[in-house]
C-alpha cells in the first residue's frame, strides 16, 4: 500500500521535470493559460527551495550535479524564511523559529548558519512551522522541482476535470422523467493506469470526485462499481485523464 500512495509512477521517464514540463504547457494552453506564467523560474525556485539556474536547467532537460545535502538545508531555510513572512510582510526572527520548532535559539541560529547539522527532529518541526511538505528540506533538487511540478499538473487536471465533469453533468441531465444514463467505463486495470500515468495518488482522484481512497482502489481493482452522480464524475476524471494524454501525444 505505501507504495501505492506515492505520487510516483512506474514509467521514470514520466516525472523528469523537463517531461512533467511539457505536459503543463500543454495543459495550460488547453486551459487558457499562458503557460510562461505557469512555469516561471522564479516562482517554482521559491516554491520548490530549488535554484533559479537549477530549475531553468531542470526543465530544459539537462543535467545537475549533486548539491551537498548541509548546504542545500540551509539555502532552503533562507528560501523559507525570504518567502514564508509573518503577516506584517516581516521575516520570522531567529527567536520565533526557534520556539516554534521546539528548539532553542542558539540550535536554531547554527542550523540557520551552517554550523550545526540538523537531525530529522529539527527538519520535520521546522517544515511543520514553515507549513510545507515533508521532506522540503533534504529533498534533491530534481526530487523537489519534481514534486512541485506535480503538484500544478494535479491543479491543472483537477480545472480539466471540472470542465469535463461540467460538460458531462449537462449531457446525461435527463430531458423526460426517464433516468439519466450511466456512463461507460475503462476496465478497473485501465482505471488505475490512467492514474498513474500522470503520477496521481488514490488520495488525488477521491479529493476531486468525492469519495475516499479506499473506494478509488476498490473501482481499480474491480470489487465494486461507483454508480450515480459519483459516477459521472469519475468519468468525467478518467476522461480528463485520457484527454491530458493524448493533447500532449498530439504536440
Given at each position: 500500500?505505501?507504495?501505492?500512495?506515492?505520487?510516483?509512477?512506474?514509467?521514470?521517464?514520466?516525472?523528469?521535470?523537463?517531461?512533467?514540463?511539457?505536459?503543463?504547457?500543454?495543459?495550460?494552453?488547453?486551459?487558457?493559460?499562458?503557460?510562461?506564467?505557469?512555469?516561471?523560474?522564479?516562482?517554482?525556485?521559491?516554491?520548490?527551495?530549488?535554484?533559479?539556474?537549477?530549475?531553468?536547467?531542470?526543465?530544459a532537460?539537462?543535467?545537475?550535479?549533486p548539491?551537498?545535502?548541509?548546504?542545500?538545508?540551509?539555502?532552503?531555510?533562507?528560501?523559507?524564511?525570504?518567502?514564508?513572512?509573518?503577516?506584517?510582510?516581516?521575516?520570522?526572527?531567529?527567536?520565533?523559529?526557534?520556539?516554534?520548532?521546539?528548539?532553542?535559539?542558539?540550535?536554531?541560529?547554527?542550523?540557520?548558519?551552517?554550523?550545526?547539522?540538523?537531525?530529522?527532529?529539527?527538519?520535520?518541526?521546522?517544515?511543520?512551522?514553515?507549513?510545507?511538505?515533508?521532506?522540503?528540506?533534504?529533498?534533491?533538487?530534481?526530487?523537489a522541482?519534481?514534486?512541485?511540478?506535480?503538484?500544478?499538473?494535479?491543479?491543472?487536471?483537477?480545472?480539466?476535470?471540472?470542465?469535463?465533469?461540467?460538460?458531462?453533468?449537462?449531457?446525461?441531465?435527463?430531458?423526460?422523467?426517464?433516468?439519466?444514463?450511466?456512463?461507460?467505463?475503462?476496465?478497473?486495470?485501465?482505471?488505475?493506469?490512467?492514474?498513474?500515468?500522470?503520477?496521481?495518488?488514490?488520495?488525488?482522484?477521491?479529493?476531486?470526485?468525492?469519495?475516499?481512497?479506499?473506494?478509488?482502489?476498490?473501482?481499480?481493482?474491480?470489487?465494486?462499481e461507483?454508480?450515480?452522480t459519483?459516477?459521472?464524475?469519475?468519468?468525467?476524471?478518467?476522461?480528463?485523464?485520457?484527454?491530458?494524454?493524448?493533447?500532449?501525444?498530439a504536440?
Open positions: 500500500m505505501e507504495a501505492e500512495e506515492r505520487r510516483t509512477p512506474p514509467d521514470a521517464a514520466a516525472t523528469d521535470p523537463a517531461v512533467i514540463a511539457t505536459r503543463l504547457a500543454v495543459l495550460a494552453r488547453h486551459l487558457g493559460h499562458v503557460p510562461d506564467k505557469i512555469l516561471d523560474e522564479r516562482a517554482l525556485a521559491e516554491a520548490s527551495g530549488v535554484p533559479q539556474a537549477v530549475v531553468a536547467a531542470l526543465l532537460g539537462r543535467q545537475v550535479p548539491s551537498d545535502p548541509d548546504k542545500r538545508f540551509v539555502r532552503r531555510m533562507a528560501i523559507l524564511r525570504d518567502s514564508r513572512r509573518k503577516a506584517n510582510g516581516r521575516m520570522y526572527t531567529h527567536e520565533e523559529i526557534a520556539e516554534g520548532s521546539h528548539m532553542s535559539r542558539q540550535q536554531c541560529s547554527a542550523l540557520l548558519a551552517g554550523e550545526r547539522r540538523p537531525t530529522a527532529r529539527h527538519q520535520f518541526h521546522l517544515e511543520r512551522f514553515f507549513g510545507v511538505p515533508d521532506g522540503f528540506l533534504t529533498a534533491t533538487d530534481a526530487d522541482l519534481r514534486r512541485c511540478l506535480l503538484d500544478i499538473e494535479l491543479s491543472l487536471l483537477r480545472e480539466l476535470f471540472e470542465q469535463i465533469a461540467t460538460r458531462a453533468a449537462a449531457e446525461n441531465r435527463p430531458t423526460t422523467a426517464e433516468k439519466p444514463s450511466s456512463p461507460a467505463l475503462p476496465a478497473p486495470a485501465e482505471r488505475r493506469r490512467r492514474r498513474e500515468a500522470l503520477g496521481l495518488r488514490p488520495a488525488d482522484v477521491a479529493a476531486s470526485v468525492g469519495v475516499d481512497a479506499e473506494e478509488v482502489r476498490a473501482w481499480e481493482e474491480g470489487r465494486r461507483p454508480d450515480g459519483v459516477r459521472v464524475r469519475y468519468a468525467a476524471y478518467l476522461n480528463a485523464a485520457s484527454g491530458l494524454a493524448g493533447l500532449t501525444e504536440q
